[in-house]
């Protein structure tokens, strides 16, 4: 067996003990070990795939790994990693593990719940792991399909209407993938259906390519949070449980970043920049616009959900940058984003356990009442707004850095107008961060709380590591994903 295949194998075993585990006890004893076992292996996929670069491996991906289902149709189980795949599975591992902390006493329907929550988790993992279109797009649904239960059952608030707004937009988003899957492969000769092998003939017709290029990059986009598909996500992030959350908007939306560059990008470079220019200033709104929704939010959630738009707008605009810097900061941010906002999610299910309100106005100095919550919100508002030292700030220097690379007009404008969300995101974090931590706290019910318990310690402990052990150390990921990011910018390069 493929080692990589462990990364869909061990939420296999996983789902299986939960079913048979009979108490609460044996629930948490399951998904503990699992998100360990993913966590750790992992990072040993981490430390094999740079000991194989630096013995001088020169495939483009490594630990490959096919074996075919459907001859007549080409569909085969393809499984390789490069640089961006190897960074994608150890963030998603760090936030199935600490979300499981985070959800540590989630009540009722305890076993069901992480059932769902497993079987996303093997979506995720198995879609990283894919090189082959059909693989991706199997994985692709089997990590959508769970969240309409996950937030439909165990959300909060307007759950129904959210589990259904987004399992609706996502779904049609991937109808337009599904099209733009099949236009490529019947573009492609309709020979193979494996990535490696259809951007090596290179022979889309380019009149095809500008027809399944829109289609795939929105089917993607739309995950993406790309504007003016992105209020499923809003919705969503509010409605969801913690771990949900921290899930979704930590590793889920990341999906359709990974999908426009490994698939839309790659495979059709001619259509990309020829129509790049139109999802070009739809990410620069959405950036913008993102960050100007977050200003005037007065939930919580929906301050971290509007600012997820933006942050993953910037995903979307770096990509289409096309050029090696920028998309390295795409990754980058990817890793950041998916780290912060988990941790940000991770505090405000902590802070709503507690005072049963997300409502800005009802809170104000929680710093003295629960101040290691408060401390730990602090760092994750820093990290947000990019303070140097932190995720943040890698990710978006790289992003800007590489964006201003591109010499003419049109592209650095929209960099300058992209810049801008910096100053908007840093007013709505401050602010935040100033009205709920600091001052007297009126309310007298609050004063009574109670701060974090050891679990919850540990979940938002791990996850600042990890924000701040990417902002002080960040040259080893970044060069590993730079060396990744080189063959698809090369094909994107007139």
């Not at 630096?54 to 490069?82: C, K, N």
């Not at 573009?187 to 829109?214: D, K, R, S, V, Y």
């Not at 508002?381 to 007009?409: C, H, R, W, Y």
Request: glycine fraction near 10%; include cysteine; proline fraction near 3%.
């Amino acid at each position: 067996m493929n080692f990589l295949s462990l990364f869909v194998l061990i939420p296999l075993l996983m789902l299986g003990g939960l079913y048979l585990a009979k108490s609460i006890k044996a629930i948490r004893g399951v998904m503990v070990a699992g998100g360990t076992a993913l966590l750790i292996l992992s990072v040993v996929l981490t430390f094999l795939y740079l000991g194989e670069r630096q013995a001088g491996a020169t495939a483009e991906m490594l630990f490959r790994a096919d074996t075919v289902w459907y001859a007549p149709l080409h569909i085969a189980y393809s499984v390789g990693v490069d640089g961006i795949s190897v960074a994608m599975l150890l963030l998603s591992a760090v936030i199935v593990f600490t979300g499981t902390f985070a959800s540590w006493k989630l009540q009722p329907l305890t076993k069901e719940y992480f059932l769902w929550f497993t079987l996303l988790s093997m979506g995720v993992f198995g879609f990283f792991i894919s090189i082959d279109l059909f693989t991706m797009f199997m994985f692709y649904e089997i990590a959508l399909i769970p969240m309409y239960l996950l937030i439909g059952v165990w959300g909060s608030g307007r759950k129904e209407y959210a589990a259904m707004k987004l399992t609706l937009m996502l779904m049609g988003g991937s109808a337009f993938l599904l099209i733009g899957i099949l236009g490529i492969f019947f573009g492609a000769g309709g020979t193979t259906m494996n990535i490696l092998e259809i951007a090596q003939l290179h022979n889309i017709p380019f009149a095809q390519q500008c027809i399944w290029f829109p289609l795939t990059f929105l089917g993607f986009g739309v995950l993406g949070a790309l504007f003016p598909f992105h209020t499923w996500s809003p919705d969503g992030h509010a409605s969801a449980p913690t771990a949900v959350s921290m899930l979704h908007a930590g590793v889920l939306m990341k999906l359709g970043g990974y999908g426009c560059f490994r698939i839309a990008m790659y495979l059709m470079p001619e259509a990309a920049n020829e129509l790049g220019w139109i999802f070009l200033i739809l990410t620069g709104i959405s950036v913008v616009y993102g960050a100007f929704s977050a200003c005037v939010q007065t939930d919580l959630k929906y301050i971290n959900a509007y600012s997820s738009v933006s942050h993953c707008g910037l995903v979307l605009f770096a990509i289409l940058m096309m050029n090696q810097t920028a998309a390295t900061g795409a990754v980058l941010q990817m890793l950041s984003h998916g780290l912060m906002t988990a941790l940000f999610f991770a505090l405000i299910g902590m802070i709503y356990g507690r005072t049963h309100t997300r409502d800005v106005r009802e809170l104000n100095g929680l710093m003295k009442v629960m101040p290691f919550l408060s401390v730990c919100y602090v760092i994750a508002g820093l990290a947000n707004l990019g303070l140097p030292g932190l995720s943040g700030f890698v990710a978006e220097m790289t992003i800007f850095v590489g964006s201003f690379q591109n010499f003419d007009v049109f592209h650095r404008t929209l960099t300058i107008i992209a810049c801008s969300s910096i100053v908007i995101t840093a007013v709505y974090i401050l602010r935040l961060v100033g009205k709920i931590l600091y001052g007297t706290c009126t309310n007298k019910h609050h004063l009574a709380l109670t701060d974090a318990t050891w679990d919850e310690r540990f979940a938002v402990i791990c996850l600042i590591i990890c924000v701040a052990g990417l902002g002080m150390a960040p040259f080893w990921v970044s060069h590993m994903i730079g060396e990744s990011v080189l063959p698809v910018v090369s094909h994107l390069i007139p």
